[in-house]
Nanobody, 116 residues
Framework: QVHLVESGGGLVQPGGSLRLSCAASGRSIFSSNNMGWYRQAPGKEREPVALIIGRGTPTYADSVKGRFAISVDNAQNMVYLQMNSLKSEDTGVYYC?????????WGQGTLVTVSS
């Protein structure tokens, strides 16, 4: 079983930055097939924001390219999402997801609100 806990969300002004963290327990994130960050804006469906497929290069939603960066610390079993130049449309609940050969795990989410 895999347990994921996100943190780092909060209220930030447009143009500001936040770094989200995802702490994994139960299994090593190094053994995952895929990992990534998703978000769900109010009234909208959950969408992928930043993904790492296998050992490939991270991919990003067009709306966050050049502003967001996903990174991994295998030693600490952590995944991060650095978010810069935040916009009001980045507001939403951000979720971490890990996919293994036999299961997929989601965290409980962390709320990011971009507002002046």
């Amino acid at each position: 079983q895999v347990h994921l806990v996100e943190s780092g969300g909060g209220l930030v002004q447009p143009g500001g930055s936040l770094r989200l963290s995802c702490a994994a327990s139960g299994r090593s994130i190094f053994s995952s097939n895929n990992m990534g960050w998703y978000r769900q804006a109010p009234g909208k469906e959950r969408e992928p924001v930043a993904l790492i497929i296998g050992r490939g290069t991270p991919t990003y939603a067009d709306s966050v390219k050049g502003r967001f960066a996903i990174s991994v610390d295998n030693a600490q079993n952590m995944v991060y999402l650095q978010m810069n130049s935040l916009k009001s449309e980045d507001t939403g609940v951000y979720y971490c997801k890990m996919t293994y050969f036999d299961l997929a795990a989601w965290g409980q989410g962390t709320l990011v609100t971009v507002s002046s």
